[in-house]
């Protein structure tokens, strides 16, 4: 964070949900300040979306891409990320109770993000699975237009983001759900440009174009 504060023009970054957001922004913002920068270093959080006409049809394409998954290779997977063997784990059970972060012994990080998704979400193994593999615990949006614009809003009136990496959990239909759908919205509400006016990711980026 300190190498951030210090030499980023923008930083991407992972939240599972706002108040991690809010965290990792405010203290990124003040180490900004006291390296004594002046410049504006945009924060974009990781962001999967799953977009519907409704909610529930939302919510079944996210059903579909997670029963397409290799599931013995997501269970290897997972069981690189919990340390411990998770073949045996039944896809459509809920997940094991698994031992508390004080108790871990392997990298935090990510299982900190693995507790609060389970903690939060109450998803079965299968569940759990899909949400890694699409977003390795970065926020997952799932809902109309609407909702998802709303959501990314509230994050960005509300230190959470800057802006946001669109991860799209399939391709092409992923990011195409995002630009013919959730962008127009965006654009209505006056969030996001409605033509380019530079010719660099800098310049579109808000950064020092010199």
């Known amino acids: 964070r300190d190498l951030a504060a210090r030499r980023a023009e923008a930083i991407y970054a992972v939240a599972y949900d706002l108040p991690a957001a809010q965290a990792y922004y405010r203290d990124i913002k003040r180490r900004v300040q006291a390296a004594g920068r002046e410049d504006f270093v945009p924060i974009m959080p990781g962001l999967v979306t799953y977009v519907g006409s409704t ?3 939302a919510r079944a394409k996210q059903r579909e891409l997670d029963v397409l998954l290799p599931s013995d290779a997501s269970l290897r997977q997972l069981g ?9 784990w039944e896809l459509d059970a809920p997940v094991p109770v698994l031992p508390p972060l004080s108790e871990f012994t392997g990298p935090k990080g990510r299982y900190a993000t693995i507790l609060r998704i389970i903690e939060t979400e109450k998803p079965t193994v299968r569940q ?3 949400r ?6 970065h926020c997952t949006m799932v809902g109309t237009p609407e909702q998802i614009a709303d959501k990314m809003e509230h ?5 959470g983001a800057d802006g946001f990496n669109l991860m ?3 391709l092409p239909g992923g990011i195409d759900d995002f630009v013919e759908h959730v962008i127009p919205v965006l654009q209505r509400r006056g969030l996001f440009r409605t033509e380019y006016q530079h010719r660099t990711l800098r310049g579109h980026l808000g950064l020092e174009t010199n």
């Open 155 to 159: 994050w960005y009136r509300n230190e």
């Open 132 to 137: 890694l593999a699409a977003g390795g615990g």
């Open 55 to 57: 909610e529930a049809e």
């Open 168 to 170: 799209p959990p399939s």
């Open 80 to 88: 690189m990320f919990v340390l411990q063997d998770c073949s045996a």
């Open 128 to 130: 759990l699975l899909g």
